[in-house]
């Protein structure tokens, strides 16, 4: 039978994983890092482990965790995934202040930069928003209740930010769009107002982050692709400022054109403040650093960090707005055919820097196991152990890429197979 | 019997005529069981299928004319009287998922839409940069095509666009407008059609504030709850309409489903974007009177509607349950008209 042979995407539990995720506080008080269902935070103030304690009920995430997230004060962090629930942690007592059930499964959160509205995006393209006024950080609060915020229609969507100043919400989407809207006054009667679609993409939209300094204090939104490319935004009318090709300046140009997502961007990372963005790359073992003119509104690729060790592909990327390093994870949820259940390898950079004064000058070393803050502990508390072997960084790195594009890449069948499937229906008989 | 039925008991009725095990109303049980299935709303049900036009339609030779054959083929599909194309070799399914990943080509941005190929003849005589027109009106789910046609000599200057999910529908209309274009010099110069997901794909075609009027005409009820996000017009769809509309934007609405008319009224009313057209202003807009008359839906409805009623006073029963189980609706609601205009 022709149905024997799947073509891709029949068998979806099997190649579904999570790749890690970190998530550094905003002065660098302590780190998280989310691989598979697992929450593990590191105290870097009281140099030790930390302990999550959640008595909303239902004890912990069941299924991968696919966002987590400080929120800008540093007082909130919010953790969501395949299992519906959104947690919402006190970052002074790690308690979990609320748990929220999600209809469907949660695919990005935001946190309002005042810290009162959590929004949540959910895998049919509703975004919700969840108001927490009169949270002290300390009382569990129960019964809370999310509200449609916005939606994209039917779309997944992958990434959720709120703009410097506060007044947008924007949400990207794999159907290639980026859409800005006015973040209302009132939240929980919706949003309806639009400002603008920032259309140009030519794949899903992977991830987004905002570049805003002391001259553009709107800031200006970068947004990473599955087409290879890193873009730059103006979200107030929706223009295209420039675009920087990174598949081709990163070294990874595929001209065959059938490995559409060989360079696919999976993650952006700013800092506050900055010009600089740090590009995380399927299939380049490195970062990809990526400068910024505002005045001019151009990008350019800057270099390739590539020594962080061979095969780290990194999956997720972090910093904070205090110290110059940044935070960067490889690994996965699972990984089928290995001994090892889990997979997360931890690396950090030092040396990223708001700007970049000599373009040749721009220093970025790759800290040792033991230059690490934390050092050891902070990397068994993480990694779960302190040395991850190498090998299997490259299997981890294909699992995560195939889970991506199944998730996020139109199918595509053949003609004969389409009619094949049509066989079936039954207002359509095709005469033999 | 009384006929105040829903659609559903519509269909338990039909039922003990087809276990009579007449050939005929067999193979209306399964086309109406089959209807039930997607669930939208009767199209073709109250007349019988011509076999032959479907086997034509859907004979894969359809789209690869053999070339001896060009002459006659091409030809056939055309009406010799009007020279427009003959509806019955445009079937197709009466519905279409608007939830299914789409398989046409998009267009990236607005910028992208190449509208000199849709209207050859506005863009070829603007010619100077700066005077390019931009669509103004646009007709959601256009069917084959009928309002546009109506508003094309009624607007003769403005550019109206139709989008339709339907591939051979599309096609059609774009046949027929070829067709029009030819047969009257000058006119439909200003009306073409894109096949298209709109519920999808709107930001895609239009920038902020382009659109000045928007047709949503006998849209798919979607009965199931668990089917409602199939619905055109819905809470937060209407935010993405809000936004292509420009400032003052009218949206219109028209339904022969009691059910679907509330929805749409209570969407538009709670939407804080939008507010309703007083009476006058809508009985001064010329485009309201075409909402009923001019589409091929809002006949049907009126000529099944005339037919439904002699069945209703029980005439001629049997012969009419499908027809009753289309136009029930029509009697049980009061054509809701919505016109709701941008604030």
């Known amino acids: 039978m022709e149905d024997a042979q799947p073509e891709g995407g029949e068998n979806n539990r099997d190649v579904d994983v999570a790749p890690a995720l970190i998530s550094v506080h905003p002065t660098q008080d302590s780190v998280a890092v989310a691989v598979g269902s697992d929450l593990r935070v590191f105290d870097l103030r009281g140099n030790c482990g930390i302990t999550l304690v959640d008595e909303t009920g239902e004890a912990f995430h069941k299924d991968s965790i696919r966002a987590i997230r400080y929120g800008a004060n540093g007082k909130l962090f919010v953790s969501a995934g395949d299992d519906k629930l959104v947690k919402i942690w006190s970052t002074d007592s790690w308690r979990c202040i609320t748990s929220v059930c999600s209809e469907k499964r949660v695919s990005a959160i935001a946190i309002s930069n005042d810290g009162l509205y959590v929004c949540f995006a959910d895998k049919f393209g509703v975004v919700w928003v969840l108001d927490l006024h009169g949270l002290d950080g300390n009382e569990t609060l129960v019964d809370k209740k999310a509200a449609p915020l916005l939606a994209h229609y039917c779309s997944i969507i992958t990434s959720l930010e709120f703009s410097p100043d506060g007044r947008f919400i924007v949400s990207a989407d794999r159907d290639f769009k980026i859409r800005v809207t006015v973040f209302p006054k009132k939240p929980l009667d919706g949003a309806h107002e639009i400002q603008s679609f920032c259309l140009g993409h030519t794949e899903f939209v992977s991830c987004l982050a905002f570049l805003c300094t002391a001259e553009y204090p709107q800031g200006f939104l970068v947004s990473g692709s599955g087409d290879s490319t890193v873009r730059l935004w103006d979200i107030n009318s929706g223009t295209l400022l420039d675009t920087c090709e990174v598949g081709s300046q990163a070294g990874l140009v595929d001209y065959s054109g059938s490995e559409l997502s060989c360079s696919t961007v999976t993650d952006l990372c700013t800092i506050p403040g900055g010009n600089v963005v740090a590009v995380a790359i399927q299939s380049l073992q490195g970062i990809l650093l990526v400068s910024c003119d505002l005045s001019s509104q151009t990008l350019g690729a800057v270099k390739v960090v590539s020594n962080m060790g061979d095969n780290f592909i990194p999956t997720s990327l972090g910093c904070s707005s205090s110290a110059e390093l940044l935070w960067t994870i490889t690994g996965v949820s699972k990984l089928h055919g290995s001994d090892y259940n889990s997979l997360a390898r931890v690396r950090v950079l030092s040396g990223f820097k708001k700007t970049v004064p000599g373009t040749t000058k721009h220093e970025l070393t790759v800290l040792d196991d033991n230059e690490v803050p934390g050092e050891e502990k902070l990397l068994e508390k993480l990694q779960g152990s302190v040395t991850v072997e190498e090998e299997v960084f490259l299997a981890a790195a294909e699992a995560v890429k195939k889970s991506m594009c199944n998730l996020l890449i139109k199918k595509q069948y053949t003609t004969e197979r389409r009619e094949f499937r049509k066989r079936g229906r039954n207002d359509k008989k095709i005469k033999q | ?343």
């Not at chain 2, 008991?9 to 067999?26: E, F």
């Not at chain 2, 607005?110 to 070829?124: L, R």
């Not at chain 2, 075409?290 to 005439?315: D, I, M, P, Y």
């Open chain 2, 1 to 343: 019997m009384k006929l105040g039925f829903r659609f559903s008991t519509a269909a338990q009725l039909l039922a003990p005529i087809c276990n009579n095990s007449v050939k005929g109303a067999k193979g209306k049980l399964r086309k109406f069981s089959d209807h039930k299935d997607v669930n939208g709303r009767r199209t073709e049900l109250g007349r019988q299928p011509n076999p032959n036009a479907q086997d034509i339609s859907f004979s894969p030779f359809k789209n690869c004319v053999k070339k001896d054959m060009l002459e006659n083929e091409a030809n056939s599909t055309i009406s010799k009287s009007t020279g427009l194309p003959r509806k019955r070799f445009y079937r197709a399914r009466a519905h279409s998922n608007p939830l299914s990943d789409s398989h046409f080509p998009v267009p990236i941005s607005p910028n992208h839409v190449e509208y000199s190929h849709h209207y050859p003849q506005f863009f070829s005589s603007a010619g100077e940069v700066g005077s390019i027109k931009k669509v103004q009106f646009a007709d959601i789910g256009c069917g084959f095509g009928g309002l546009l046609i109506s508003l094309s000599t009624l607007f003769p200057e403005t550019l109206m666009i139709g989008m339709e999910l339907r591939d051979k529908v599309t096609e059609y209309v774009k046949e027929r407008i070829l067709a029009l274009r030819t047969t009257n010099p000058g006119q439909y110069q200003n009306v073409s059609v894109v096949r298209t997901n709109s519920m999808k794909y709107i930001p895609n075609y239009f920038e902020k504030g382009q659109l000045t009027k928007m047709f949503f005409l006998f849209p798919d009820p979607h009965f199931k709850e668990k089917n409602h996000r199939r619905r055109v017009i819905s809470p937060h769809l209407l935010d993405e309409y809000a936004y292509v509309l420009e400032v003052g934007g009218i949206i219109y609405t028209i339904t022969d489903v009691e059910e679907l008319g509330d929805w749409m009224k209570t969407c538009l009313e709670n939407h804080p974007m939008f507010e309703a057209l007083t009476e006058e202003e809508l009985h001064a807009d010329p485009a309201v009177k075409l909402l009923s008359t001019a589409t091929e839906e809002g006949q049907k409805v009126a000529r099944n509607g005339g037919q439904t009623f002699q069945a209703g006073q029980g005439c001629d029963f049997s012969g009419g349950v499908i027809l009753a189980g289309a136009l029930l609706y029509q009697q049980a609601s009061s054509r809701t008209l919505l016109a709701m205009l941008v604030g």
